[in-house]
């Protein structure tokens, strides 16, 4: 019988966690106390925002369903593990929509998981590679965990950073933010010996650790750590302005729309982007037709053409994968009309040897 009444209250929300209905009877045969203390244990998690559902009956079964805010979860050592490879492997690339999410949710598991799941899930990951686009360069876990558990205790951050040219340097900031461009990752700080706001792209950080020093945040330029990182951007690479109408709501459009870019404004027939940007005109172009809206380019001349170009290179790629079909569905049917004329030949029949050779023997 389990007497310490927080250790049960886990064992039973663990229980309720499998996605069945639970009889009380059951529920204290697996616990090892009265039905009334099931009851009361029930009452004690529903207090704590877990919405455990009851039905009626000779049994009185339990189930724990959806409410209106996310409860705490009580994981097993193998659904740990699974929910940390699969964070750490959607945490390495910039994955636009759940990029920043993945980060904090790997730096609170791994803060708690005891140091054998750990080892287990440096293991695994290290003997699995995955298949990525090469659109951005691969973080390591770690290092995105070591900076994301700083930024939220306000923790100075000490690392090595490797700048465009290849120059080594070690800094010593106050981590703001982590921010993800949908292809790369980062970190906004301010750079205490150089006394001024910078951006760090974080596959170029190393050897990050948290020096224990806590500080009071200070207000960053622009009052946004994602608009302060647009600007820097713009300011350090050669860029160009872009103008779309798009056949869609601004809202609609503005919640596909990476954070970097310019919000769009309503126009007749749907909204109007012109925003700045460094990218190459050819991912821009991709970029947009990625949405999965009609939309007009209207400038610069450079993404028109490209645009233009990728229409055409798409519709050619449709209409010949149409051409083969079509030619191979006429191929099959000549060859099944053959082979009809050639069954009803009096007379015909497989070669000799053919069908009575005897099969290998493997």
């Known amino acids: 019988m389990t007497t310490d009444t927080p250790a049960r209250l886990l064992q039973l929300l663990s229980l309720l966690q499998t996605p069945r209905e639970w009889p009380g009877g059951e529920l204290a045969d697996r616990l090892r106390v009265s039905r009334r203390t099931v009851r009361r244990d029930i009452d004690r998690l529903r207090e704590l925002g877990y919405p455990v559902q009851a039905t009626k009956g000779s049994d009185g079964g339990y189930r724990l369903v959806a409410g209106k805010a996310m409860p705490p979860l009580v994981l097993d050592d193998e659904e740990a593990v699974a929910i940390a490879v699969g964070l750490r492997a959607g945490a390495g690339h910039a994955l636009e929509g759940v990029d920043e999410a993945s980060v904090r949710a790997l730096a609170k598991l791994e803060q708690v998981l005891p140091a054998r799941l750990r080892h287990r899930v440096s293991t695994l990951q290290a003997a699995t590679t995955p298949l990525t686009s090469g659109d951005g360069a691969s973080i390591a876990p770690e290092t995105l965990t070591v900076i994301a558990s700083a930024v939220a205790g306000h ?6 950073y490797r700048a465009k040219d290849g120059t080594g340097s070690r800094r010593l900031t ?29 596959d170029r950080v ?14 960053v330029p622009q009052g946004d750590a994602a608009e302060y990182l647009r ?14 109408t798009f056949q869609a709501p601004a809202e609609t459009v503005a919640a596909q729309l990476p954070a970097w870019f310019d919000r769009p404004e309503r126009a007749p027939g749907g909204c109007r982007l012109r925003s700045v940007t460094g990218d190459p005109v050819e991912w821009l172009a991709v970029r947009l037709a990625m949405l999965g809206h009609e939309f ?21 790629a449709a209409a010949g994968a149409g051409t083969e079909a ?11 009309a053959g082979d009809a004329r050639g069954a009803a030949e009096p007379g015909t029949s497989a070669e000799p040897g053919t069908a009575a050779e005897p099969g290998g023997n493997g």
Do not use: K, M
Request: aromatic share 12%.
């Open 155 to 160: 923790e100075r951050l000490r690392f090595a």
């Open 174 to 202: 106050e981590p703001y933010r982590l921010v993800s461009t949908g292809r790369r990752w980062y970190l906004v700080a301010y750079d205490l010996e150089r006394d001024d706001w910078r951006t760090f792209r974080v």
């Open 206 to 219: 190393n050897e990050p650790f948290a020096t224990g020093t806590r500080f009071a945040p200070r207000e």
């Open 231 to 244: 600007r820097s951007i713009q300011r350090h690479q050669e860029t160009y302005a872009f103008e779309v």
């Open 296 to 316: 007009t380019v209207h400038s610069p001349n450079e993404l028109v053409r490209c645009v233009s170009e990728l229409g055409g290179r798409l519709r050619r």
């Open 326 to 336: 079509a030619a191979g569905a006429g191929a099959g049917a000549g060859a099944a």
